[in-house]
């Protein structure tokens, strides 16, 4: 009696274990570029946005789970002002196949990195040209050349940036959506 008594949680712990859904195989949602070793991995949890075939809407939200034909897509929406009900929670089951397009993730170092660079530039540029302008208009002399160039390569550095990089992956013949078990990273 004694035995059962002391083992009894361990048996508690093992049924929960067991009964619970995340001890279900997972997968991840690998996109990859063909002849090339290049992966995106889209994880359970992560946010995702992309494009179906035959329809101009981007679709958003955060990936729920990835089964062999299907993402399952989770979208929170708030409803209302009231704290109760008010925040309801949809998910969207979209078919692997008819996804064309994959826009990659806005909160990476790079995407932030492009952006900061982008308006710092831009800014500064434009913020040379009316201190430049306005000191040729006091001094009633024609505006320097050299401040000219700098800050026309200082604005051409600034769209450089910005349209480097990856915009949007599009599934086709290139690159190709694969799932993956969870624990298995490449083949």
């Known amino acids: 009696m004694q035995c059962v ?3 009894s949680p361990l048996y508690i712990l093992l049924s929960f274990i067991l009964l619970s859904p995340s001890t279900f195989a997972q997968h991840v949602l690998s996109l990859e570029k063909r002849k090339s070793f290049k992966r995106v991995y889209l994880l ?10 035959g329809d101009d809407a981007v679709y958003h939200g ?7 034909k299907d993402l399952i897509i989770v ?10 009900d008010a925040l309801q929670v949809f998910k969207d089951y979209v078919p692997l196949e008819n996804i064309s397009i994959i826009y990659p993730s806005e909160n990476n170092y790079w995407q932030y990195f ?7 530039t831009m800014a500064g540029g434009s913020a040379l040209v009316g201190i430049a302008t306005v000191n040729s208009i006091i001094d009633k002399q024609t505006p320097d050349l050299n401040s000219l160039i700098i800050v026309s390569s200082m604005m051409a550095a600034g769209l ?9 992956y599009k599934i086709g013949k290139r690159w190709q959506l694969v799932v993956r078990p ?4 490449a083949s």
């Open 5 to 7: 008594r002391k083992w």
């Open 44 to 53: 359970p949890g992560d946010f995702i946005r992309f494009q179906v075939q």
């Open 62 to 68: 955060y990936i729920g789970a990835v089964t062999k």
């Open 75 to 84: 979208k929170n929406i708030n409803l209302g002002d009231d704290e109760e």
């Open 114 to 120: 492009k952006k900061m660079f982008y308006s710092g």
């Open 160 to 168: 450089g940036i910005r349209y480097t990089g990856r915009n949007k």
């Open 182 to 185: 969870a624990f298995q990273k």
